[in-house]
């Protein structure tokens, strides 16, 4: 007889064990969230009471009452650098300029006539020479011989002039190359039979200006700081003192029943 298998029977075999469905893993965040979370994550603490961003603002907002001097390090450092780039900028600036119109200046001067007779009385016997001097050796330069002619007046007018007012061992040198070149041109551009006195006359204007360039300066050895003054006084005081007082002497002092 066919057996039911709806109806519950010793016959009916039941499931000992059903699939249970295991749980799906969250899904990872990716590095984009990890990394946008630890930003928020440091500013959120870095402006916290005791954060680095509270702290240098703290010290900013400071900065007008303590002044330069008692600032935050590292808002002085900061202001340090800046001032000096600030400065490099501006004289990287004004360096431009300044080249920019010396250049100028050297190449609108007009195109003097060197090696031609431009020049009269004694001052012709040093320029003359110089001119064609300049002239003789100068083909072939990147600059014009007026310019290259320039250059040497403004030499030594600055080596004149700074040599009287400041004093200094390098410009006075710049001076002493100028005045000897000088003296080299005259002799070497001059004719052979005026050598010796347009020479002389060179040397001579160049030791009468000498005596402006050269201001205050001394072959002496130079002495640094005062000897020390030393007060030599013969007396010789000796500390006398004055004699004990004698002892008290009992007229039967010498008695031996003395008291």
């Known amino acids: 007889m066919p057996t039911n298998d709806n109806t519950p029977g010793h016959?009916?075999?039941?499931?000992?064990?059903?699939?249970?469905?295991?749980?799906?893993?969250?899904?990872?965040?990716t590095r984009l969230a990890v990394l946008r979370e630890a930003v928020r994550d440091w500013w959120n603490r870095a402006w916290d009471v005791d954060g680095v961003l509270y702290e240098m603002w703290d010290d900013v907002i400071s900065a007008?009452?303590?002044?330069?001097?008692?600032?935050?390090?590292?808002?002085?450092?900061?202001?340090?650098?800046?001032?000096?780039?600030?400065?490099?900028?501006?004289?990287?600036?004004?360096g431009a300029v300044v080249m920019d119109a010396l250049h100028q200046i050297l190449t609108a001067v007009p195109k003097v006539q060197v090696g031609v007779d431009t020049s009269s009385g004694v001052a012709a016997v040093v320029d003359q020479p110089v001119r064609t001097?300049?002239?003789?050796?100068?083909?072939?330069?990147?600059?014009?011989?007026?310019t290259v002619y320039t250059l040497w007046l403004l030499t030594g007018i600055t080596g004149l002039v700074l040599g009287y007012l400041s004093k200094n061992n390098g410009v006075r040198?710049?001076?002493?190359?100028?005045?000897?070149?000088?003296?080299?041109?005259?002799?070497?551009?001059?004719?052979?039979a005026g050598h010796p006195v347009a020479a002389g006359l060179a040397v001579l204007a160049w030791t009468f200006l000498s005596a402006f360039a050269m201001r205050g300066l001394t072959l002496r050895r130079r002495v640094v700081g005062r000897p020390a003054k030393v007060t030599v006084k013969p007396e010789i005081h000796v500390p006398v003192q004055p004699p004990a007082p004698a002892a008290e002497q009992h007229p039967h002092s010498s008695c031996p029943f003395r008291d």
Request: aromatic share 12%.
């Open 11 to 29: 016959n009916h075999q039941e499931l000992t064990y059903l699939p249970v469905p295991f749980p799906k893993s969250p899904p990872k965040p």
């Open 173 to 192: 040198a710049m001076w002493t190359a100028w005045g000897a070149a000088t003296v080299f041109m005259v002799w070497t551009s001059t004719p052979q």
């Open 133 to 146: 001097y300049i002239a003789q050796h100068s083909a072939g330069l990147p600059v014009a011989a007026s």
């Open 64 to 94: 007008p009452e303590d002044g330069l001097r008692y600032m935050a390090p590292w808002l002085r450092a900061v202001l340090m650098t800046a001032g000096v780039a600030f400065v490099v900028l501006m004289a990287k600036a004004a």
